[in-house]
């Protein structure tokens, strides 16, 4: 893959994230892809802030979109190369302050093998 590849890739993760479109979302990623998050460590301790797996990111996500309806990603940085994607982004939930996250998308042959969240 080359960097624009990987950057369309990032696109349509924000497009499908933000129709919460789960198909979508869950299309872009390898059956045995690893995501970790600090939110995964807050709400399901046990996962020690690690899910692998299409199975595991659909009941995360799931759990995200019905908790959070309001749920927004607005990109204000992406940067690719030819392995990864560095994305931030402002989170938006209705009644809560806006949140400056920063993500690493790993791909390899099309799809996305790991991503990693990065906030305060």
């Not at 950057?7 to 198909?23: C, R, S």
């Not at 940085?77 to 998308?105: H, P, Q, S």
């Amino acid at each position: 893959m080359d960097a624009s590849e990987n950057e369309k890739i990032a696109l349509k993760w924000f497009e499908a994230f933000n129709t919460h479109d789960l198909g979508a979302l869950l299309s872009l990623y390898d059956n045995n892809a690893r995501h970790f998050s600090p939110k995964l460590k807050i709400r399901r301790p046990e996962t020690n802030g690690l899910v692998i797996g299409k199975d595991a990111l659909r009941d995360w996500w799931r759990d995200a979109f019905e908790r959070l309806p309001s749920l927004q990603y607005n990109v204000t940085t992406l940067t690719a190369n030819a392995d990864r994607v560095f994305m931030e982004y402002i989170r938006k939930v209705d009644g809560e302050e806006d949140m400056l996250v920063a993500e690493v998308l790993e791909v390899k042959d099309g799809l996305i093998v790991a991503s990693r969240v990065y906030h305060g």
